[in-house]
């Protein structure tokens, strides 16, 4: 036996107010329906189904995992849409259904449905509502348990009372829910074949139905408005923050931090607030990140300072670095331990080595930079002349001067001195001390101009 998981996500989601499908509104910038999808490779499932409907090309396109998708073409009830998956599961596959909109269910919450699941028992995921008012409720009998399901439209008053609902989510064996959905009408107030019609056939023919309640109920929470999506991504920002804390990190405000990816940060490592998160981040041990930083794809060494407002792509930084505050790391920056990266200075696709200083105002790219380097302030690598990237090569122990350019491809060699303001076009060799600098030259008493006083009319 095999477990598969049927997911369905062919609704419209007209709340939403989108020419894109509901389910491809994303959570921590995943969509809703791979969030699902996630939590199914989690429980090891053989196989995903994705019921697809309403804008099911663009769920194709936009999801990036792999599954089998099945198409229900009109819309006909939940019943009918798991009956499309049936063609692809195995009489003997355990089969979980779960929703596209609904992104936040803990595979822990799941795998207690799945070990429930034989040829005479059905589970349920429930949950009890103060307000269960849209919901399926659960009618059970005098000793608990379940009869069935009946749907907001469909109960009597005294039905509509039971706090407990019906959060869709259940396991089957794939031989009873194929027997039960062949069986299953349309005769009910929304003229819709219902999933939940399949507990009351199974009871009748003595089967039984378990019920887990998750240990928290936005486990199965839907997504059918923006206001809805946007309590969600809090939801899910607070869990990422309650899970960085209890490994050991400071967070300034647990409410302000925003993680889109995989964050992964050493102990006693403390984030500022406001600060973002995206793609793989891997962070070691007492890393401190100021204020308002974005820091994608990267990779930080322990105990390196990152001051506020700093930008950081797809770059490498290594231990006991000091950046920012308002630095940028760009694509393919890597910086070996001890380097300094200062205010308003971008680095891009450069190596720069232990210990080198780019403190103020200045572009580094293409670049390899050597150990003990001290960039001045204002100092650009001329690196594209319009149609190609050229290398700038500077070796340990240069010293550069503010303001100097550096066109590639150019190599200043070991311990060179560059005096301030200069350009440079052609090799500089080891010890050397190179410049280039117009004369200064001197008026005295120079007349400096006078305002104007504005004629009164
Ligand atoms: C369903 C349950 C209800 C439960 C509630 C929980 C049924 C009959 N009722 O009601 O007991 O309390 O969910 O939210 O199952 N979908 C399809 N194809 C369809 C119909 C629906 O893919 O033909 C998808 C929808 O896109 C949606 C999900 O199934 O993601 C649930 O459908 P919806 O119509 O919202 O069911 P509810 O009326 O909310
Ligand atoms: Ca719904």
Request: hydrophobic residues 40%; aromatic residues 4%.
């Amino acid at each position: 036996m095999s477990l598969k998981v049927v997911i369905l996500a062919a609704g419209k989601g007209t709340r939403m107010k989108s020419a894109m499908p509901k389910v491809l509104h994303r959570v921590a910038h995943k969509p809703m329906v791979e969030h699902v999808i996630d939590a199914a490779a989690d429980l090891g499932a053989a196989a995903t189904v994705l019921v697809v409907g309403h804008g099911a090309d663009q769920v194709r396109e936009t999801v990036t995992r792999s599954v089998e998708y099945v198409e229900q073409t009109e819309q006909l009830g939940t019943g009918h849409a798991v009956q499309q998956a049936v063609p692809l599961l195995d009489a003997v596959d355990t089969v979980l259904i779960a929703y596209g909109d609904v992104p936040l269910t803990k595979p822990e919450t799941l795998q207690k449905l799945v070990g429930d699941v034989s040829d005479s028992n059905l589970a349920l995921l429930t949950v009890n509502m103060d307000d269960p008012t849209g919901y399926g409720r659960i009618v059970r009998d005098t000793s608990g348990n379940v009869l069935g399901i009946v749907e907001q439209k469909d109960a009597t008053g005294e039905q509509l009372n039971i706090q407990e609902v019906n959060t869709g989510i259940l396991a089957a064996k794939a031989s009873v829910l194929d027997e039960l959905l062949g069986r299953i009408d349309n005769n009910n107030a929304q003229g819709e074949y219902y999933l939940t019609d399949i507990f009351s056939l199974a009871v009748e023919q003595g089967m039984t139905v378990t019920t887990h309640q998750p240990d928290h109920v936005w486990e199965t929470a839907g997504v059918n408005s923006r206001l809805q999506l946007a309590e969600l991504e809090r939801i899910y920002q607070l869990n990422q923050a309650d899970d960085l804390m209890t490994a050991g990190v400071t967070l300034r405000d647990p409410q302000r931090i925003d993680v889109r990816g995989n964050l992964t940060v050493g102990q006693d490592s403390i984030i500022d607030i406001n600060c973002l998160f995206e793609g793989d981040v891997t962070i070691g041990e007492n890393v401190e990140i100021g204020p308002n930083c974005i820091i994608s794809n990267a990779t930080i060494a322990s105990g390196t300072v990152i001051k506020a407002n700093t930008v950081i792509e797809d770059s490498v930084v290594g231990k006991n670095c000091t950046l920012g505050p308002f630095a940028r790391l760009r694509p393919g920056a890597e910086l070996a331990e001890d380097a300094h990266i200062g205010n308003f200075v971008e680095i891009k696709k450069s190596v720069i080595n232990k210990g080198s200083k780019v403190n103020h105002l200045s572009y580094v790219g293409d670049s390899i930079v050597g150990e003990k380097v001290n960039i001045g302030a204002g100092t650009i690598t001329c690196n594209y002349d319009g149609a190609n990237k050229h290398q700038t090569v500077i070796e340990d122990g240069v010293f550069i001067g503010s303001c100097t350019q550096l066109v590639a491809p150019v190599t200043v060699r070991e311990n060179a001195v560059i005096g301030a303001g200069s350009t440079i076009t052609k090799e500089v060799a080891a010890n050397q001390l190179a410049f280039t600098r117009a004369p200064v030259k001197t008026v005295d008493n120079w007349p400096r101009p006078v305002k104007k006083t504005p004629v009164k009319k």
